[in-house]
């Protein structure tokens, strides 16, 4: 005993440990209500494989002596939860109350007695009034997934009624309610068992939380639980890792989540918080993978634009370059130079980016000439929506700054390029950041979940996602 009480305490450390979480998931009690009538038709059809094994025995009956019977082939016919309910018991779990539930058998009977005279038929029996009650626990397993179990079940049988066929009536009248006993005890001794495999069945569903959700390329997203989750009177809520990684290399960013709470709202059945955190764990990754620059040449500049990417243009506004380098196409790259930073506002989600960008002549042999490097501050705003199971997005520029970080073409005027990199920003670099936004993340998610009534609302450092999920098969 002593031995297992310290283990499970070992087990908790690591959670009592844990940070933060980035994201945050409240199942309400419509949710639990919906899981409820999801659960209900699995547990019908758990009950309808109780197995009731062949009875036979002996019984002294008056005024006839003693009975042999047997009873076989007893196959359940139907099974009703006309009445259940779920409820929350906070920090326990759930508490699942099945009344009035009713189970029909039929069977067949045999009796030998006075030696010789041997008769058989059918029986029905029906059991009424079964309730159960049990209670079901809810922890986080070693892969931080949910885990429920049955704890605490009870089962009992309020009343039985047996009705032959065939045969003589005095008889079976006589042991009757004998075989009502014997059968109503087998068959509550299987309910328990059977009510906790229904429920234990809800893990194999549980285990399909996306624990590591892959992105693309370059990111996965961890959805494991940080902790056990919290029971109160209104929810469970779990709270989730909800961290970006490069794939396979989990390394922490120089930041870390800090403590949100989701409003007390009830009217849809899931909430989902993410926190900024998580936004700003995304930027961190993909910055670092490199992933965060682009090399620009005229092709991608549409044919209307009176801009190309050329000497000439360029020309107009540095003459140096006209002169250095008549004639010839210009690549730029675009590339941040530090994690770009969200902010989550009421209704607005800020992203800053802090690049550099570097302008080349590529000279016919292919060589690139580096003519600047300009330091570009950029703000865009970001407009995020949810798309199936996945968060999207799209940004439109807010502003830029450029000033001049070196310079191989002489001094010049780095305002006077102000409309031209607007423009490359606007007509190249947002449309490929869009396209890969619209790609959209995956929202932790469990089976073949989907949300209906979805709703997405940014609040100060989280942004909260209210939803009904439906499930399908
Ligand atoms: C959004 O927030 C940023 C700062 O986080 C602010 O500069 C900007 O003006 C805000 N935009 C709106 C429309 O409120
Ligand atoms: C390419 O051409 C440039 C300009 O003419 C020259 O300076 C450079 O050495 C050449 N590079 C190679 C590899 O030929």
Redesign the pocket.
Known sequence: MLLCCWLALVALVPLTLSTNPGVKVKLTERGLEYGRQLGMATMQQKLKSIKVPDQSGTEKVSPIGKVQYSLSNMQIVNVGLPQSAVSLVPGTGVKLSIGKAFISLHGNWRVKYLRIIKDKGSFDLNVNGLTITTSIAIRSDETGRPVVSSVNCAATVGSASIKFHGGASWLYNLFKSFIDKALRKVMEKQICPLVASAISDLNSQLKTLNVLAKVDQYAEIEYSMVSSPIISNSAIDLNLKGEFYNTGKHQEPPFSPTAFSLPPKTDNMLYIGMSVFSANSAAFVYNKAGALSLYITDDMIPQGSPFRLNTRTFGVFIPEIAKQFPGLMMKLLVKTVKNPII???P????V?ATATVTAYAIQPNSTLSPLFVLNMES?V?AHIFISGMRLAGAVTL?KMDLTLGTSYVGQFQVSSLDNILQMVLKVVVIPKVNAQLAKGYPLPTIGKMKLVNTQLQVLKDYMLIGTDVKFNG
């Open positions: 902010t989550f506002q209704n607005n989600v800020t800053q703000s705003s807010n």
